[in-house]
Nanobody, 122 residues
Framework: QVRLVESGGGLVQAGSSLRLSCAHS????????IGWFRQAPGQEREFAGG???????AYADSVKGRITISRDNGENTVYLQMNSLKPEDTAVYYC????????????????WGQGTQVTVSF
């Protein structure tokens, strides 16, 4: 059974950094990817970036240069490091898993975490 649990969200000031974690189980035996998505109130879920089982990453243009996704296979955890946070980064952040490669289409991800709230104040 695949399970994803996000943590690390909170209230931060603009310009600061935050690292989110996605602890996962049930994936390591097969080629898979973990994607990070975010959803602001009243908006559609947006792809931020992802990492595949080989450690290759892909990022959305909207956040490229400000985020870094990494993984610790020993800890079965994927991280989303966010820098230079802006108020418009305020959203619920989700990690999601799919088999094979990273894509931006949220509908292709089978497994989802419960989300963690990130709020960036002015």
């Amino acid at each position: 059974q695949v399970r994803l649990v996000e943590s690390g969200g909170g209230l931060v000031q603009a310009g600061s950094s935050l690292r989110l974690s996605c602890a996962h189980s049930g994936l390591t035996s097969s080629p898979h990817s973990i994607g990070w998505f975010r959803q602001a109130p009243g908006q559609e879920r947006e792809f931020a970036g992802g990492i595949n089982w080989l450690g290759n990453t892909a990022y959305a243009d909207s956040v490229k240069g400000r985020i870094t996704i990494s993984r610790d296979n020993g800890e079965n955890t994927v991280y989303l490091q966010m820098n230079s946070l802006k108020p418009e980064d305020t959203a619920v952040y989700y990690c999601a898993a799919k088999w094979r490669g990273v894509v931006a289409d949220a509908t292709t991800y089978t497994y989802w975490g419960q989300g963690t709230q990130v709020t960036v104040s002015f």
